[in-house]
Structure formats: structure tokens, C-alpha cells
């Protein structure tokens, strides 16, 4: 939430659109991309003959003058050159253009950012260009002075923004048949939020995913009129994730309607069980001549069966989310290095793809906050999987392929599936964490890390007392 007391959020409703609608947003798409790859092309011919000329010892006041990165400014340039370079302009609208150049603008400010270390994250390269066949079709409109135009008073309909007026009879009346794009859900919610002066629309982006026609609206709200889906209903107390392949999520007890009676949520594994009919479809596109019908119905068949699949996880993911975020006060999920796991193995980085642990946590992110409760994470290093929930004794190995937690001490010996004794363990963690004053928490969890994170003990630590309570 930001300081004036709003949150930005996007609303997604899906498209209905005829084959003249489909055409008019292609051209669209292409024109965006085409003055996409324009900036790309000016910025990087004009950094490439700026080292050649300093390479040749010109001075620098004699160098040819830098391309400007800025959005407005390149908006400025193309607007001098857009008649040379795309005589067709006029066929679209200017918004196309400038969603190009914009978003490219942003690339450049990435790459800037992330060379000089200001940007977080990996580091990225110089951005690419654009492919017709390879690049997603989308195109983004901006309007703030009119809100309510954007939807159509029918509920089921938005704007499409079009070429200016034109003198001819036909292309007017063509445009008028082609001013709304129908949505098959309805949008009364939003523009009912919008007329109250309680949302607004910052920005609508029209793509093609999935072999499907969608609006994106970023959507600006006021903090209570979010929209927050209601819980079935409210646990309370702290609430221990463990996320994995096997299972999508371990929690520390089970919820009733949500897992089974050991507390696991089964993984939907939607790539998988789809995984023969893509193999099939790859085969027929590799046999098919390149800009052949067959080619180009098979490559629709392959992006609807992507966009079932994806729809498949993410409805998953959502009833996971929503149940945790508004059931307990505390969610508590360990800090995985996913990046890093997803590039050890072929088959491991295949399942952790499929599974989205990544979406997971980025849902927890900000559904926690619309709920009111708290997501704490607990360090990589803490050793859930090896620590004995019951008596707090650490193990020093524990090998991957062993899914039975068995405590070494005879006192205790207790047997336990090992993903749900690494979830109560990390909600006892994150209770430990969250008693703590804010600076005296730690990171490294409930002791140094090296102590389990380096291979060398051999030995099992003894449980101290304090450590854990006996169930």
C-alpha cells in the first residue's frame, strides 16, 4: 500500500472478438513492436558509432550526438521521422506507437539501471528485438482525463482506441462497428468503483495469451474498496508452508475442504498431464512448411493448450492463496532460493516450473496485506527438514530421497512424514521471529547458519532446552 492510502491492482476480463476486431489489434500489436524495435535500433546503431568514433580518438565535445532515452523525448523524434520510416502511420492509432516507444524506453532504463548496480535482481542485458512469430501480441492505451469511457454502459464492453476521424463514409462506419471490444464477464464491479470517484484506470493493455484475447486494466484503488475475495473461513493463529514438488504445499495442520488429513495440498501437476499432447503437437509443427495454414492452426492449437494449462495452475494457486491469506493471521514460508534449484536439474527445474512455487509467493505478497495478515518468511538456511518438531533436535544429514523424519533420540523417536514436520518447524520459526524485537530479528534463524548449511559436521546437535516444546 502507498503512503496516500491506495493499492494498484490488475483486472483482467477476458475478450470476445471477431475476425475484423482480431485483425484491427494485430496491426496494432505490429505496430507497437515495429516502433519498439525503431527506438532499439536508433539507440543501439547510435552507441555503436559513438565507441567506433571514440576509438578513432575523436574528441568527446565532436562526437555524434546521443539518441535521447527518454519516453517523451523519443516520442518527439519519432514524430519528426514517422513519415519516412512508416508511411502507413495513419492506419492506426498513435496510441500503438507510443506504447512501443514507451515500453522500450523502460527496457533501456533497466539495462541502464541494472549496469551500474541500482536495479535488484539478476543482472539484465541490452534488450531484444521484437519478433513477429516469437513475441507476445500486446499493446497498451493510456487515458486519465475520461474513466467512464473506457467501459461501455452495457457492462460487457470496452473501449478500443481508434485512428482519428477520417472523411471517408466507410472507414468511419467501420470504426464505429469496431469502437468496442466485448468482454465475456461482466465489469459492473468496476465501473460502479469508478463512478463513486473510488478507482481509477491507469493503463489498458490488450494481448493475446494463451491463444486468447484479454484486457488488462491496471487499476488504481482506494485501500478499503480493493477488491479482497472472503475467506470460507477465519483459523487464525500461525500457519507453516512448506512448498515443494510432491506436494504443492505442506501445511503444519491440516485445513479442512483445502488438504488432506496429514495437512498436504495436492499438486495439479498441469504441465505434466498435458505433457504428451504438446510433445505431439511440436512433432506436427516441426513437419509443417513455415507460413502454412496447417502450420499456423497447429501453433493456435499449441498457445489454447499453454493457456489451459496456465489457467489450470493459477486457479489452483488462487484457491491455495486466498484460503491462507484470509484463514490465519501468520503465514509463515521459507525464503527458497528457486532460481538457483531450478538450474541444477532438467527435470527438477521442468517440476519447479510447473509447480510456480515463484506465483505462490507472489500472491502470499500481496493478499496478505489485503487481508490484514502477516507473511513472514524464514531464512533458506533454517534447517526445517532436519530439525525434530517435537524435541528441537537437528540431524547433521538427511538425505533427499529419506520422506520419514525419525528423531535420533530414544526419549523422543518420533516418526513423522518429513514435509510436515519442516512445516511445523517453520511455524514455530517464524513465531520466534515475529516475538522477537524488530532489531534484535535475525535472518539466519534459530542459530548461525554455517552450522548446517556447510557439509563438514558429521555429528547430530543435541536438542538445548528452550529449543522446542514436546508435543
Known sequence: MSEDGFVTRAVVFPLDVSPSEERLLMSYCGARRFAYNWVLASVKGNLETRRAEREAGVPEAE?????????????????????????????????????????????????????????????????????????????????????????????HAIRLMLPRSTADPVVKRRRGELAWLHTTTSTRRLYRLIEQGRASIQKVTVAKRGGRWQASMLVRYQFDARPVPKPRQRYGGTIGVDAGVKHLATLSRPVPGLTDYDGCVTNPRALESHLRRLTRLDRAIARCEKGSRNRRRLLDRRARLHGRIAKTRALHLHHLTNALAGGFDVVAVEDLNLAGMSNRKRRLGRALADASLGELRRQLDYKTLDHGSILQPVDRFYPSSKTCSACGLVKAKLALHVRTFICDDSRCAMSL???????????????????????????????????????????????????????
Open 63 to 155: 562526437l555524434t550526438p546521443s539518441v535521447p532515452w527518454n519516453a517523451k523525448r523519443l516520442g518527439t523524434l519519432w514524430n519528426s521521422v514517422k513519415g519516412e520510416v512508416a508511411p502507413w502511420w495513419r492506419e492506426v492509432s498513435m496510441h500503438a506507437f507510443r506504447s512501443g516507444i514507451v515500453d522500450a524506453s523502460q527496457a533501456l532504463e533497466n539495462w541502464s539501471k541494472s549496469r551500474s548496480g541500482e536495479r535488484k535482481g539478476r543482472r539484465v542485458g541490452f534488450p531484444r528485438f521484437k519478433k513477429r512469430n516469437k513475441s507476445v501480441p500486446s499493446v497498451s492505451f493510456v487515458e486519465l482525463n475520461h474513466q467512464l469511457s473506457w467501459l461501455h454502459e452495457n457492462r
Open 417 to 471: 512424514d518429513r514435509d510436515v514436520n519442516a512445516a511445523r518447524n517453520i511455524a514455530r520459526e517464524a513465531t520466534r521471529i515475529l516475538e522477537q524485537p524488530a532489531e534484535q530479528q535475525d535472518v539466519a534463524g534459530l542459530r548461525p547458519e554455517t552450522g548446517n548449511a556447510e557439509p563438514r559436521p558429521r555429528k547430530t546437535m543435541p536438542a538445548h532446552a528452550g529449543m522446542a516444546a514436546v508435543a
